[in-house]
């Protein structure tokens, strides 16, 4: 696209490129290509593109790919972009604000991608709102100012180190692949901008408990100078905390490299367990095809022999009707990093259901209930899907704060029944079996929901 037909589609759209809005366009097609090529595109894949403005990086995308979504916040390009890819069945254009726009949709689709070239003000927004845990993106390719992705791959120890680069490390690793010059853009931006690529982190960090890692690095990084011990909350010893993590007492933010945040956080948290596996030696009834108790015996046995046995499921709803979902720790032993219900567990020997479900809503989501706000939804048998369990499914509903043990759950968030339900058709692998079985008995017991 040169600069004479980009000043000719802004005209016909009636765009006048806004610096509020961060609207610098790209003109070089050589660039936008090989910016496209960088997320190495299949057929099966979607990619959601951000800030699409006339299309340049779209129109090396579609064709070679199952679906394109565009997000455009100005109302004029968003408009232009649906006449653009009219005869385009693969493309969708949501005219939204990227920073607000809800992202659990784009769960439902086997690989997706993000691409964009993001407005210099409203960058750091947009990363937070699409790439914080738990994301449904597999890879991005983004070009912002250059100075932000310097912040974002920054090493520790340097001025660049800061909250932003903590909280994209937690989750990605990231590479910056080429610096584009101002000239590539209309109107020409003041300084370079760097095109980087984003993977999910492949060397797994120890189990920590995300929430408690953010506020701990938002706290030691809000005043700079000072050193880390006036900047924690109170209550932590940092003299101990310092001594057993290695770290110098005088130490500042940006002296603690990711790692050392991430240990700094299990140290801190005050509802860590050791990484001990789930209680092998607790004692389990064995029950017959009609859910009669015919015995006990050990849970690693039931689980090696593949004994009937009991558990509960229990689906958490808030007060607008969405259901919360974990992501199994991937220290599990059984369906490790799969999506599950909101909380589920083995009925011990001698334990009535309901009193298990109680049970499990305080141990894995720190909820207290009492047995008569549950309400049984209905019975599985056992079967190869459940793992040979004869499963109680029971829901309530949560005004509490939810608060999950990190080694038990690495990330928990609320969805809309419509959600869950487009994502479970679209990518099964993606949960827990005995949570597949659950749905489908929620789905029979609610049918006005999804009709």
Not at 325 to 352: I, N
Not at 439 to 444: N, S
């Amino acid at each position: 696209m040169t600069p004479t037909e980009l000043t000719e589609i802004l005209a016909e759209a009636g765009v006048v490129p806004s610096k509020k809005l961060g609207q610098n366009f790209l003109i070089d097609q050589n660039v936008a290509e090989w910016i496209a090529n960088q997320l190495d595109l299949h057929p099966d894949d979607t990619i959601v593109e951000v800030g699409p403005g006339t299309g340049a990086l779209t129109e090396h995308v579609v064709g070679k790919v199952a679906r394109v979504i565009l997000v455009e916040f100005d109302r004029r390009l968003a408009e232009y972009l649906t006449k653009k890819f009219a005869d385009r069945s693969e493309v969708m254009v949501i005219n939204a604000d990227a920073v607000r726009i809800d992202v659990r949709p784009f769960f439902a689709h086997k690989s997706v991608k993000l691409l964009g070239n993001l407005p210099y003000s409203a960058g750091g927004a947009i990363l937070r709102n699409f790439l914080r845990g738990p994301s449904p993106f597999k890879k991005a390719v983004l070009m912002l100012q250059k100075e932000m992705i310097d912040r974002i791959l920054a090493p520790h120890g340097c001025k660049d180190y800061g909250v932003l680069t903590l909280r994209m490390q937690c989750e990605w690793q990231g590479e910056p692949v080429k610096v584009v010059p101002p000239s590539c853009f209309i109107p020409r931006p003041m300084i370079d901008s760097t095109v980087m690529t984003l993977e999910p982190r492949q060397a797994a960090l120890p189990v920590h408990d995300r929430r408690l890692f953010d506020e701990l690095v938002r706290r030691g990084f809000a005043q700079r100078r000072k050193q880390l011990r006036k900047n924690l909350p109170d209550g932590l010893d940092w003299e101990v905390l310092s001594r057993d993590l290695d770290l110098s007492p005088t130490a500042r933010a940006e002296e603690l490299s990711l790692e050392d945040w991430v240990n700094l956080t299990r140290h801190a948290d005050p509802y860590f367990t050791k990484e001990e596996g789930q209680g092998d030696d607790e004692m389990l009834n064995i029950v017959d095809e009609n859910d009669e108790v015919i015995g006990t015996e050990r849970r690693d046995v039931i689980h090696r022999d593949g004994l009937t046995h009991r558990a509960v499921h229990i689906f958490a709803l808030n007060k607008h009707g969405e259901i919360f979902l974990q992501k199994r720790s991937r220290l599990k032993d059984k369906c490790p990093g799969l999506w599950d219900s909101s909380a589920a567990g083995h009925v011990d020997a001698g334990e009535d259901y309901a009193v298990c479900a109680v049970r499990e809503l305080e141990e894995e989501l720190g909820l207290t209930a009492d047995i008569t706000e549950l309400k049984e939804v209905g019975k599985l048998g056992a079967h190869a899907n459940t793992g040979w369990e004869h499963v109680r499914l029971y829901a309530t509903l949560v005004e509490g704060a939810i608060r999950f043990p990190c080694v038990e759950i690495e990330y928990g968030q609320f969805f809309t029944m419509e959600q869950i339900e487009a994502w479970v058709t679209a990518v099964p692998e993606d949960f827990a079996p005995g949570f597949i079985s659950c749905w489908k008995l929620w789905k029979e017991e609610n049918p006005g929901r999804f009709e």
